[in-house]
């Protein structure tokens, strides 16, 4: 293997990103051991934030990021009477980011979900919400319908 091959960055990417500032709750389908107590948890969460979305997955920006490898539901709020967007995703990277404050930078975790699921008819919806993402620069819950 070529050493330019060792590290592919963005360039592995079958399908292009889309910028998008949406708020998203995600699931835990997998127990994760609580960091304080050590018990084994479901951890839910409605506060956080999808970056960008792709075909197969989104990037999250959250307080408390999953564990690679952790199987979640992504909510995802649409407009509409048929409820939210719920697909099952894969935690397939974790790193920390800053986000710049009022009182300075606060670390903050980005996670790369993999799409690994859902009914059709959501995954429909998801692939939906894609394309209204590539057309409206600005998404946001208004632009998912």
Do not use: Y
Request: aromatic residues 4%.
């Amino acid at each position: 293997m070529s050493e330019g091959k060792l590290f592919q960055g963005p360039d592995k990417r079958r399908d292009p990103r889309v910028a998008a500032q949406m708020r998203v709750g995600t699931s835990s389908i997998d127990p994760v051991r609580d960091p304080v107590t050590g018990e084994l948890c479901f951890v839910a969460t409605d506060d956080d934030c999808a970056l960008d979305v792709s075909r197969r997955g989104l990037r999250l920006r959250c307080a408390r990021p999953p564990t690679v490898g952790t199987r979640m539901v992504v909510h995802i709020p649409a407009d509409g009477d048929d409820g939210p967007i719920e697909v099952v995703g894969r935690a397939r990277w974790v790193t920390v980011e800053f986000e710049r404050g009022v009182q300075g930078a606060r670390a903050v975790g980005a996670v790369g979900i993999e799409l690994v699921g859902g009914s059709p008819a959501a995954l429909d919806r998801f692939e939906r919400c894609v394309s209204r993402c590539q057309t409206n620069p600005v998404a946001g819950p208004e632009a998912l319908g």
